[in-house]
């Protein structure tokens, strides 16, 4: 499953672990990283403290198991989403909305990714690191075919990731907004025309 944690033998020891991530995840949702403790962790899954150390050696290996199933997740959902796309154009489409989505079912997502910053920088960087590597691979297809204008793939990677964050951050999870369709269209907007006339 993933070197921070230990993979359960049985099916209800899959269980427990299930109960111990959610619970993590809602108790780094509402008290972050430091303010939240394994003893908040296990009472909220409904566990034993020592249970809680079958699985992950620390409180940093739950988080970043977290992280990196988050990672995955979204990459997931967006390979998913743009799996039978023709163009760029798109996959940006499909794409963004794949992750407005994710945003709006999982509205904890920036409380455990932002907050690595400050837990490890490493890890930040980690996160984004890879999501960048997935995108200039597709970037560097798209340049070569004349759908992309040249501009340094890693660059655009960080650009394009910028702006789908920090639109889901304001208006998804700040502003409770729940229209992806026209934040969408927005989106694409800059995209397809740029900024400048």
């Not at 990459?75 to 163009?87: D, F, H, L, V, Y």
């Not at 984004?128 to 501009?151: C, P």
Request: charged residues 25%.
């Amino acid at each position: 499953m993933s070197e921070y944690m230990i993979k359960p033998k049985t099916k209800r020891g899959e269980a427990t672990l299930e109960k111990l991530i959610d619970a993590a995840a809602a108790v780094f949702y509402e008290k972050g990283f430091h303010g939240g403790s394994i003893s908040d962790i296990t009472r909220r899954a409904g566990v034993g403290n020592g249970t809680f150390y079958i699985y992950f050696d620390s409180k940093l290996s739950v988080y970043r198991y977290l992280l990196v199933e988050y990672g995955k997740r979204i990459r997931a959902k967006s390979n998913q989403a743009i799996s039978g796309c023709t163009t760029r154009k798109d996959a940006e489409r499909l794409g963004i909305r794949s992750f407005f989505e994710f945003v709006l079912e999982d509205q904890g997502i920036f409380n455990i990714i932002w907050e690595s910053l400050y837990i490890d920088k490493t890890l930040f960087d980690d996160f984004y690191t890879t999501f960048s590597k997935f995108y200039v691979s597709r970037l560097k297809k798209a340049q070569e075919s004349g759908e992309v204008r040249d501009i340094d793939p890693q660059v655009l990677s960080y650009v394009l990731m910028g702006i789908t964050n920090f639109v889901a951050l304001n208006s998804l999870v700040l502003k409770q907004e729940k229209n992806i369709d026209f934040l969408v269209d927005e989106v694409m907007k800059v995209l397809e025309k740029g900024i400048f006339t």
